[in-house]
């Protein structure tokens, strides 16, 4: 199997697991791979969860396209995004962007810079910083760019990320692989739902980790906070 075909059906395989598992719903969210001359990515208007590996759009290294379906909008985005992450993590590979529920659930309440505190180990460790990119319409250039400078920006810092938050819109999550991205947006949604919940449940928000919990999980694990 060569790369792109294997590309192609993991990235079948992604969209369907998120679909089934409400991640994503109806034709919204986007998978892309970067190949080593270009781009596979979902096409416009299609359901994660029944995508065909020989309908995927392929794009040249100039977003040519080249063969498939019509590809998603969002392909500058991610081609950014791309561009980007690969100068602080070089095996960057896969972007994912979805309407995660409780993700955008959280920019509809007065959103900070960030999505979220440093809620639990697991979301400093395996998220990280989550900057808000303030609404832009879908497939807007500003969006891309403001993208890109909050990637600079934070790996220039030493905390490299691997997710943004466009406002009212949803994450997009990036990684070396399609399964690896996707433990990354799993991550996201679920800290983002805790979140919510415990604001509901408890007087008052619960206390985000300290400095010094957050020193721990540097040394121990490598953590990017």
């Known amino acids: 199997m060569t790369e792109e075909s294997q590309a192609r059906e993991e990235i079948c395989r ?20 970067r190949l080593d001359d270009g781009f596979l990515i979902t096409p416009t208007d299609a359901c994660l969860g029944f995508l ?27 081609a ?18 979805t309407h995660s ?8 309440q007065e959103p900070g810079e960030e999505l979220l505190p440093a809620l639990t180990p697991y979301f400093v ?3 990280g910083h989550v900057p808000v990119i303030p609404y832009q319409r879908p497939g807007a250039p500003e969006a891309a760019e403001q993208v890109a400078q909050a990637i600079e920006r934070y790996g220039a810092q030493g ?13 997009n999550v990036w990684h070396e692989t399609p399964g690896a991205a996707m433990a990354v947006l799993e991550e ?10 415990s604001g509901q449940t408890m007087e008052r928000r619960p206390q985000a980790l300290g400095p010094a919990q957050i020193d721990e999980l540097r040394l121990s694990f490598g953590a990017r906070w």
């Open 101 to 108: 529920t409780h993700c955008v659930a959280l920019t509809l």
């Open 159 to 171: 905390t490299p990320i691997r997710a943004v938050m466009l406002e009212r819109l949803g994450p």
């Open 52 to 78: 065909d590996p020989a309908k995927l759009a392929r794009l040249d290294a100039e977003l040519n396209q080249t063969a498939g379906d019509r590809a998603s909008k969002t392909i500058a985005l991610h």
């Open 125 to 127: 460790m395996k998220v």
């Open 14 to 33: 992604i969209g369907r697991s998120l679909f089934e598992r409400g991640y994503v719903h109806a034709t919204a969210g986007n998978i892309s791979v």
């Open 188 to 197: 996201l949604e679920e800290t983002a739902k805790l979140w919510l919940w």
């Open 80 to 97: 950014r995004i791309h561009a980007a992450a690969t100068r602080f993590d070089a095996g960057t590979r896969c972007v994912i962007h």
